[in-house]
């Protein structure tokens, strides 16, 4: 599975942004998906993350109410749809798939099995 991640750029603060991840393969539609970031200087983050069916959702609480991830698997796409966007949003944001067959979105990092090559954010002040 290859994941290519864009829709990154600049942004002023309580602006919005929509990210893709576009993955290739036909079993795209059985994988569950999330969204990390990683600022300068600090660790990869879980963002977000969606089960293979787009049922259940996962958000981390610096983001609740703000982003909302779901997933087409018609067209072998998963979203993250980021409003009133923050400064400390600022990061490389990156998708990653799951291929474990779950009804569950993964919260756990090291269970996800690719990774795509992100796209940068940055939320001016």
């Known amino acids: 599975v290859q994941l290519q991640a864009s829709g990154g750029g600049l942004v002023q603060a309580g602006g919005s942004l929509r990210l893709s991840c576009a993955a290739s393969?036909?079993?795209?539609?059985?994988?569950?998906m999330g969204w990390f970031r990683q600022a300068p200087g600090k660790e990869r983050e879980l963002v977000s993350a969606?089960?293979?069916?787009?049922?259940?959702?996962y958000y981390a609480d610096s983001v609740k109410g703000r982003f909302t991830c779901s997933r087409d698997n018609a067209k072998n796409t998963v979203y993250l749809q980021m409003n009133s966007l923050k400064p400390e949003d600022t990061a490389v944001y990156y998708c990653?798939?799951?291929?474990?067959?779950?009804?569950?979105?993964?919260?756990?990092?090291?269970?996800?099995?690719?990774w795509g090559q992100g796209t940068l954010v940055t939320v001016s002040s």
């Open positions: 393969g036909r079993t795209f539609s059985s994988y569950a």
């Open positions: 990653a798939a799951d291929q474990s067959v779950s009804s569950r979105p993964t919260t756990t990092t090291r269970y996800y099995d690719y």
């Open positions: 969606i089960s293979w069916s787009g049922g259940s959702t």
